[in-house]
């Protein structure tokens, strides 16, 4: 899968929340509260934009804007911003307490 990153854009409440829809369902757990990524990777919403927290996601698109346009909803996934190997921290949140 291709994916383009984006600027930090300023989503709105309605665009975040549709993309976070996007993403996997444990029923473990409340889909308000955690998902996970494409990858298998594990957010929590309330860390949109946090990529100190390894719960913390951002939104991408997988085409770039000249094709489709990159602010196009069908083109925008949740993606986890957290890096196994990045060391900081946040490495022991639990996802209970969201750290």
């Not at 996601?57 to 990045?86: C, H, M």
Request: hydrophobic letters at 30%; proline letters at 5%; a positive charge.
């Amino acid at each position: 899968m291709k994916i383009m990153k984006l600027k930090e854009i300023c989503w709105d409440k309605a665009v975040k929340e549709a993309v976070w829809k996007k993403g996997k369902i444990n029923p473990d757990y409340s889909p308000h509260v955690l998902r996970w990524d494409a990858y298998g990777r594990i957010m929590m919403w309330s860390k949109y934009g946090h990529t100190d927290s390894r719960f913390g996601w951002t939104i991408e698109a997988r085409e770039a804007q000249g094709n489709d346009g990159a602010d196009n909803l069908d083109n925008l996934f949740p993606v986890s911003t957290y890096t196994p190997d990045k060391k900081n921290k946040t490495d022991m949140e639990s996802p209970s307490t969201g750290g």
